[in-house]
Each structure stands twice: as structure tokens, then as C-alpha cells.
């Protein structure tokens, strides 16, 4: 099977709202994949629904060939876009509960990222700045053995240098034997990574294509069709 994600007229409703309005996508295995567009669009819903803690109304998706449950669970790393650490926690504290709770934390590569990003072990996270804290989120998700990591803003609010090494830990840490989604509204920042793209407007996806292919199609670049998109 070449895609690890799949779905097709995927609905979630909150009371009369729609969040997702028939969404349908196919993702590859071992890819780095974009999902673009605006607050609001559905972008959380769908990342949600994939790491199988929210429930989506109707239609179909499948994670690896299977519908999100404890057994897809083990194959996908979420980073929700808020902190989920404790406060009283420091940065091995937030280790060993990363340790506990998933059987395929890698420890070694754990170690690997936490010096690439500058971070030290007895640093309490509440003493983090946004920058900080969101390269130890990042840290602790892509830690794990994952098929499928699902990044929700992994950049939201974070400093331009912080970005870069950000960029550079996903790239650095990504295999061939797994898929990348990040989520985002800072497309000029982030777009170099991606290989593939979903522009999703209103629970929809309103275009998707491989970036290099896009840029040369219309002329310009991802952020620039994302502005033109949702202009």
C-alpha cells in the first residue's frame, strides 16, 4: 500500500457547523506534506480525527489501511498546537513521561535532538520561552517511532531563528519509511520542505498537487498561490 493516509467525504459537525464538509485526500508514505490554509478552516479538526482522539460525523478515513483507533494510535506522533506539558514538570521530567507512556520513544534520538535544539535536561518548561517550548514539543514528538507524525503549527508565534531550526530538526528527522503533515498559515517560511501540498478552505480541499509541479504550473510559489487561494 503507497499511501498512509486515506479519506473520502470525511463530515465533522459541531451543532450546525460543519468543521469538515466531505474532505478527501490521499497521502503517500514518505513524504513531507503541507496542509495549508486560514484559521478556521478545519485544519485541527482533521489532524484531531487522524490521531484518533476526536470522532468525525461521517464518511471514511483510514490510517495505514485501518480507521483510527488504538491500533493506528501506535503508528501515529501528534503535536497538538498547545503546550500539553506540566507545570511543574523540567525537561526530563518531560522525558520520562514521554518514556512511560510510548513504547516506541527513542531515547538516543531524544538525546540527539535535545542538544541540536540547545535545550538542557534541568530546564523547568514553565522558565521555556514560546521558542523553547515548541522546539521540546517538537522534540518529544518526533522522538517516537512514528509511521505518521501530524504537526499541528509547529511555528505559531516562534521567533525566525527558532523557525530555521525547527525546519532543519523535521527535515533532519525525517525517513523515508515515514509521512510528515504539518499544518501552518506561515507558508513562506515553511513551504521549501514540502513535497506535496493540500489547500484546505471551509472543511474542503479547494486544491492539492506536488509543490515543485504547482510553482512551475502557475508561476509562482506556495505561498504566493496560498495568498491568491484565499485572497
Known amino acids: 500500500m503507497d499511501n498512509i493516509l486515506t479519506c473520502s467525504n470525511l463530515k465533522k459537525g459541531y451543532f450546525n457547523k460543519n468543521a469538515l464538509n466531505g474532505l478527501a485526500m490521499e497521502v503517500k508514505k514518505g513524504k513531507i506534506v503541507g496542509l495549508l490554509g486560514p484559521n478556521g478552516s478545519g485544519k485541527t479538526t482533521f489532524l484531531k480525527i487522524a490521531a484518533g482522539i476526536l470522532r468525525y460525523s461521517s ?103 527558532s523557525r530555521d531550526k525547527i525546519l532543519d530538526a523535521i527535515v533532519n528527522n525525517y525517513s523515508e519509511d515515514s509521512t510528515i503533515i504539518v499544518t501552518t498559515h506561515l507558508v513562506n517560511d515553511i513551504e521549501r520542505i514540502f513535497d506535496e501540498v493540500f489547500f484546505i478552505s471551509e472543511g474542503e480541499i479547494a ?15 506556495i505561498d504566493e498561490l496560498y495568498k491568491e487561494v484565499f485572497q
Request: proline share 3%.
Open 59 to 161: 464518511g471514511e478515513i483510514l490510517i495505514d489501511g485501518e480507521a483510527p483507533g488504538v491500533n493506528t494510535k501506535a503508528k501515529v506522533a501528534y503535536l497538538p498546537d498547545k503546550n500539553f506539558l506540566y507545570k511543574w514538570m523540567k525537561i526530563k521530567d518531560a522525558i520520562e513521561f514521554y518514556k512511560d507512556f510510548y513504547k516506541d520513544f527513542d531515547e538516543k534520538k531524544c538525546n540527539e535532538l535535545l542538544e541540536f535544539m540547545n535545550l538542557d535536561k534541568e530546564s523547568k518548561v514553565t522558565s521555556l520561552s514560546k521558542g523553547m517550548l515548541e522546539k521540546l514539543l517538537l522534540t518529544l514528538t518526533l522522538s517516537r517511532k512514528a509511521k505518521l507524525y501530524l504537526l499541528d503549527e509547529p511555528l505559531g508565534g516562534v521567533d525566525p531563528v
Open 207 to 221: 486544491l492539492s498537487g506536488i509543490a515543485e509541479e504547482l510553482r512551475m504550473e502557475k508561476g509562482m510559489s
